[in-house]
Nanobody, 134 residues
């Protein structure tokens, strides 16, 4: 059974940093696309950044925040721990959201060019709240 558990969220002041963790079980994080998404109150769930290839190639989502995300957010992976991370720097109030980890789990088949769009991903964690406020 594929499961994902996020942790590391909390309250942080503007300009601060957080590192989120996502521990996977039931599959290897090296086998499938995996990434981070977020949903703020009153807004659609959106992609943040994903790992789409086994060599670590990343894909930033095309969103209203994409330019800001590229400069401040970084995804990484520790295969030995079967864990992915999201390093977030220079946080601002607009980053406040529930952050989710998700994987496609092979649902898109061979030859599909993965992106970082919510509908491409099948298995989701429970989410962790990030609140940026002074």
């Amino acid at each position: 059974q594929m499961q994902l558990v996020e942790s590391g969220g909390g309250l942080v002041q503007p300009g601060g940093s957080l590192r989120l963790s996502c521990v996977a079980s039931g599959f290897s994080v090296d086998d499938y696309a995996i990434g981070w998404f977020r949903q703020a109150p009153g807004k659609e769930r959106e992609g943040v950044v994903c790992i789409i290839n086994s060599d670590g190639t990343t894909e930033y989502a095309d969103s209203d925040y994409v330019d800001s995300e590229k400069g401040r957010f970084t995804i990484s992976k520790d295969s030995a721990k079967n864990t992915v991370y999201l390093q977030m720097n220079s946080l601002n109030v607009e980053d406040t959201a529930v952050y989710y980890c998700a994987t496609d789990g092979g649902s898109n088949g061979l030859g599909y060019r993965m992106g970082c769009i919510p509908y491409e991903y099948e298995y989701w964690g429970q989410g962790t709240q990030v609140t940026v406020s002074s």
